[in-house]
T-cell receptor, first 109, second 114 residues
Framework: TQLLEQSPQFLSIQEGENLTVYCNSS?????LQWYRQEPGEGPVLLVT?????EVKKLKRLTFQFGDARKDSSLHITAAQPGDTGLYLC?????????FGKGTHLIIQP | ETGVTQTPRHLVMGMTNKKSLKCEQH?????MYWYKQSAKKPLELMFV???????ENNSVPSRFSPECPNSSHLFLHLHTLQPEDSALYLC?????????????FGPGTRLTVT
């Protein structure tokens, strides 16, 4: 069974700070996706990375796929209250997607 | 965002009731999914349909019965549920079952079993 561990589980910071959340596994994935879920809504896809070492940027969000395709990180620069939500990573493999438990992020104004 | 819609958004039912959850996708996708989201647990995949055929059933109890009449609609029929079945039920679709299977989720149905 493939498992994805996300850390930290909870993070509360002030507006304007930078942060990094992590997604780790002992398994190799063919792709890694990040989703953000706001209260009362379903997850929304932010990015997909497929190549080891790949870095993608989405405005203030930077996503990196580990060289060995076993881990990923999400870095947010100058966090804003609108970044608040549950951040989920999902690893893609032959059996479909495996989701982590998520990081609950709160950005306080 | 109206790509994937779900009804109802909230549902309270007793253990002896029968109810159905509905999902509709307007994205022209060929694969649809039911997930269960509970507190402190990862998203649990329940069922996968591709071109209206069920391709995965992850050991889900028979009190959950899916139905996919066409590639745009997906139902989850519920009967004799237990309180531990209370959760957010999410429907999702993807283009197909190849590649990275990027998921497009609906807003979910918040189910409470009393």
């Amino acid at each position: 069974t493939q498992l994805l561990e996300q850390s930290p589980q909870f993070l509360s910071i002030q507006e304007g700070e930078n942060l990094t959340v992590y997604c780790n596994s002992s398994s190799v994935f063919s792709s890694l996706q990040w989703y953000r879920q706001e209260p009362g809504e379903g997850p929304v896809l932010l990015v997909t990375v497929v190549t080891g070492g790949e870095v993608k940027k989405l405005k203030r969000l930077t996503f990196q796929f580990g060289d060995a395709r076993k881990d990923s990180s999400l870095h947010i620069t100058a966090a804003q209250p609108g970044d608040t939500g549950l951040y989920l990573c999902a690893g893609g493999g032959a059996d479909g997607l495996t989701f982590g438990k998520g990081t609950h992020l709160i950005i306080q104004p | 965002e109206t790509g994937v819609t779900q009804t109802p958004r909230h549902l309270v039912m007793g253990m002896t009731n029968k109810k159905s959850l509905k999902c509709e996708q307007h994205l022209g996708h060929n694969a649809m999914y039911w997930y269960k989201q509970s507190a402190k647990k990862p998203l649990e995949l329940m069922f996968v349909y591709s071109l209206e055929e069920r391709v995965e059933n992850n050991s889900v109890p028979s009190r959950f019965s899916p139905e996919c009449p066409n590639s745009s609609h997906l139902f989850l029929h519920l009967h004799t549920l237990q309180p531990e079945d209370s959760a957010l039920y999410l429907c999702a679709s993807s283009q197909d079952l190849t590649g990275s299977r990027e998921q497009y989720f609906g807003p979910g149905t918040r189910l409470t079993v009393t």
